[in-house]
């Protein structure tokens, strides 16, 4: 295996297009010394964890300028983090352990493109948007078309990301991230749901509405039927119901060591009705009727 340390990203991105797929790029090392151990040694391992301009966090007008190389520690100690986008902080918070977080980076949970990954259903009801490099120029690509398959996206095997742009939410709203998990933080998202509320002016009606679903599909993704469901209302009981069972029915899992489909299915309609009801009370100060 040869080993690179490329000191700009021109550079590091030259070695991706000699190397292509044989090419592995490491930051924390968190998911590659793993696969690495247990999975398949890569013909060449790039290390991009001294690039410069790829880490700390920002602000950058009315968005958060984050580094691909930021840490998910830092995010989850970041004062600009958990007041302007708590979903992602929390997110951060229940990512494995204090260990991992001090080391494992937020472009790698990024790339790794799971389904699962602790990040990417609060950076899709964010709609942030990834800063890509390629040998030919720069890209920015929102993350809801990022992700094209299980451990695949835009960048390919000759991209890097090199920083996320995330806009705060409008003014009221009100988000949160829930994970099921068998051991807690400590284990990977068997399901994970991100909820964001913006109530309209008199805090009657819900005026935007996302939600996002991780290791439920074969990438993170968003539940645009549900979200059109609720555009417009008031949370009821009924509504709320109806909701959890069609953001179910847009998910579609697999059944695996972890969990069955059908499992996994329930546990969406689940958390996606608790998800709601916190950020509909969070958000108008009213119980859901």
């Known amino acids: 295996m040869e080993y690179f340390e490329p000191k700009s990203i021109s550079e590091a991105l030259s070695v991706l297009v000699k190397h292509g797929a044989e090419a592995k790029v490491i930051a924390g090392g968190t998911d590659v010394m793993v696969d690495i151990k247990f999975k398949e040694e890569p013909g060449s391992l790039v290390n991009i964890k001294k690039l410069p301009g790829m880490s700390g966090i920002k602000e950058n007008g009315g968005s958060l300028r984050i580094g691909a190389l930021a840490t998910i520690r830092e995010l989850e100690t970041n004062a600009l983090v958990r007041e302007k986008l708590p979903v992602l902080w929390e997110a951060a918070h229940q990512f494995a352990s204090l260990q991992v977080r001090n080391t494992a980076t937020i472009g790698g949970n990024i790339c790794r493109a799971s389904p699962s990954g602790e990040t990417l259903a609060p950076l899709l009801v964010l709609e942030a948007t990834g800063k890509c490099a390629f040998s030919d120029g720069e890209k920015s690509q929102p993350f809801t078309s990022f992700f094209q398959g299980p451990g695949k996206s835009v960048l390919g095997a000759k991209g890097l990301l090199t920083e996320i742009d995330v806009p705060y939410p409008a003014a009221g709203s009100k988000s949160v991230y829930l994970k099921h ?91 996606t009705r608790r998800g709601l009801e916190q950020t509909w009370k969070a958000a108008t100060g009213k119980e859901v009727a």
Not at 211 to 229: F, H, M, Q, S, Y
Not at 232 to 242: D, N, Q, R, S
């Open 181 to 271: 998990a068998v051991r807690g933080a400590m284990d990977i998202a068997m399901v994970g749901v991100a909820v964001l509320i913006t109530p309209d002016a008199g805090k009657n009606n819900m005026q935007d509405v996302r939600i996002g679903l991780g290791a439920v599909a074969p990438t993170p993704i968003r539940a645009p039927k549900t979200e059109a469901l609720l555009r417009g209302k008031p949370l009821t009981a009924a509504l709320l119901k109806e909701a959890a069972a069609l953001a179910a029915s847009e998910s579609s899992p697999i059944s695996d060591q972890r969990s069955s489909g059908e499992y996994r299915r329930w546990i969406v309609e689940a958390l």
